[in-house]
């Protein structure tokens, strides 16, 4: 649905952009992720065709944002990073200005009480863009992105200046939004990010560090073989057990608990009994293990990992 090659921008001597290469499937939701700077809002700009790149292609739906831009950008809905409001309409008006200009062909009564339902913008349509709150507003810019209801979706960071239960509920409408469109979101919220894609793009100066499923980016880490256990007992005991295993490749204490049990970070060899062996040795000494799960690390871990690499 999109597909994005070679793309760099330059702005006189700083490189915005550095070679990026990627594509979105129909369906998709993909995070774009990355700290302040990293080139977000360019590449989003140059996919939605309000920018041109220095070097590189965009296609949409195999139409090029910059020799078909009419074909191309008519299959785009675009929140940039300010919405593009004006203060002084009401939310009808507004979206019937946005009806105007992107020529839309829908139905405009049913269209446009659809989109106010699905963003919940309804009960203030009559009012003026300026009395709106941040929310408000924030959910009339997605309301303006899908007039005329194009498949993909780009939203440059649409939950800045939220409050915790507008981020939970535009979270919510871009879940539901991903059911239908095809969608591409920025943040430097890595939660975010988590809480809503399927899949992560993460940039930092400009270039591409990774594009992996989320879970995927984490078992990269640490090759997809650490647990975290832990057991009831002396550390020491638990620690000559651990040593006492053929699977377990080496281990490291991370927490003492007051109820007596002490936990570990695991790092195991590909053995696909290992689990069982651990199992049976703690308990052929009668040594309760209590928890025992897959390491899973937080994108935070993930993203500096990566952005250490990358330097
Ligand atoms: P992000 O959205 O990830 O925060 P941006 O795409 O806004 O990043 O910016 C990427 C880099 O390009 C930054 O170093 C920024 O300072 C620079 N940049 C962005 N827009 C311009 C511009 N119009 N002129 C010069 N430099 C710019
Ligand atoms: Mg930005």
Do not use: W
């Not at 001597?13 to 990293?38: C, H, R």
């Not at 990774?210 to 638990?238: F, H, P, T, Y």
């Not at 069982?276 to 799960?293: D, G, H, Q, Y």
């Amino acid at each position: 649905m999109i597909s994005v090659k070679n793309l760099t921008k330059k702005y006189g001597n700083i490189t915005a952009l550095d070679n990026v290469s990627f594509s979105v499937e129909k369906g998709e939701v993909v995070g774009f992720l990355g700290p302040n700077g990293a080139g977000k809002s360019t590449a989003m700009n140059i996919i939605t065709g309000y920018l041109s790149s220095t070097s590189g292609n965009v296609k949409i739906d195999g139409f090029d944002i910059l020799e078909e831009p009419t074909d191309a950008k008519k299959r785009i809905g675009y929140l940039p990073e300010v919405p593009p409001l004006y203060p002084d309409m009401t939310v009808d008006e507004y979206l019937d200005f946005i009806y105007e200009l992107k020529a839309a062909k829908q139905k405009k009564k049913a269209h446009f009480n659809e989109i106010c339902e699905l963003t919940k913008i309804t009960a203030v349509r009559g009012r003026l863009i300026k009395n709106l709150s941040k929310g408000y507003r924030q959910r009339v810019g997605i309301a303006q992105a899908l007039v005329g209801n194009p498949p993909v979706l780009i939203l440059d960071e649409p939950t800045v200046g939220l409050d915790p239960k507008q981020i939970i509920e535009m979270r919510t409408l871009i879940k539901k939004l991903g059911e239908n469109h095809t969608v591409i979101l920025s943040s430097h919220i890595l939660s975010e990010v988590q809480a809503v894609c399927g899949r992560i793009i993460v940039l930092n100066n400009g270039r591409l560090v990774a594009d992996n499923k989320a879970q995927e980016l984490g078992q990269s880490l640490n090759g997809g073989n650490s647990i975290v256990l832990r057991a009831l007992g002396d550390d020491k005991r638990i620690q000559a057990l651990l040593n006492s295993v053929k699977s377990v490749k080496h281990f490291s204490k991370s927490e003492s608990f007051s109820d007596g049990a002490q936990e570990y970070l695991v790092n195991l060899s590909s053995s696909e009994n290992a689990r069982e062996e651990i199992f049976f040795a703690f308990a052929s000494k009668k040594v309760p293990i209590i928890e025992m799960k897959t390491a899973e690390y937080s994108l935070e871990d993930i993203f500096m990992s990566l952005v250490n690499k990358d330097k």
